[in-house]
């Protein structure tokens, strides 16, 4: 399993994919939380706001790296279809934790402010819950589950609108609503890492379902 997760940071990193979403993450966080000024809580809501496309986006674009005969010898060298994909999502994971704490230190690097213990344990839930949520939105929405890309595409979109904006529909906005009207860190850090529970079973149904359609049309 390493050396498949390995082997797809290397394919990801030589692709040059992931330059795309990681320009736009470092690019949005620097724009939203450049002001030195709110509370942390509201600091990395919109870090974690920011985390939800980008992760999805990353999934997409390290599923889509190979062609469909290139995918096949890697599931005959791995064993099985299962196995490449929990790589494919220990690769993705691994890549947003990167993206995690480049979000908890960003917003430091503009301002004076400096963080707390429950700051920082906050942030990394916060951000790893849309992460969760968007990689599970990023697996139900690559190649190998849709053939056609613009069908994939206009599904990413609805279901990231959907549970950025329906309220009370998913972890994430309940998160971003609760955390944009926190006191503090240390209130705020027991339910949102409730929520990031949630949204690792989301990402665990998001896998369960490309799985099954992955076998069906294998």
Not at 95 to 113: I, Q
Not at 161 to 182: D, E, F, R, Y
Request: glycine share 8%; with cysteine.
């Amino acid at each position: 399993m390493i050396a498949l997760v390995r082997y797809l940071s290397t394919a990801l990193l030589l692709s040059q994919r992931h330059l795309a979403p990681l320009l736009l993450f470092v690019g949005l966080v620097a724009v939203l939380t450049g002001s030195d000024a709110g509370p942390f809580t509201a600091t990395y809501a919109s870090v974690a706001g920011v985390m939800l496309p980008c992760s999805a986006w990353l999934t997409v674009a390290l599923i889509g790296l190979e062609d469909q005969p290139h995918r096949s010898i890697v599931v005959v060298s791995a064993g099985s279809h299962l196995r490449v994909l929990l790589a494919t999502v220990g690769t993705a994971a691994v890549w947003c934790l990167l993206l995690t704490v480049a979000g908890l230190v960003l917003p430091l690097m503009s301002g004076t402010r400096t963080p707390g213990l429950a700051d920082l344990a906050l942030g990394t839930a916060a951000q790893l819950t849309c992460a969760f949520t968007g990689m599970a939105i990023g697996l139900v929405s690559s190649r190998l589950v849709f053939r056609r890309q613009g069908h994939a595409l206009v599904l990413a979109l609805v279901l990231l609108l959907a549970v950025l904006l329906g309220k009370g529909v998913s972890p994430v906005n309940i998160m971003l609503t609760h955390l944009q009207n926190a006191p503090d860190s240390a209130d705020a850090l027991v339910p949102t890492s409730a929520l990031l529970v949630v949204a690792a079973g989301f990402l665990v149904v998001g896998a369960a379902i490309t799985q099954a359609i992955t076998r069906r049309n294998a």
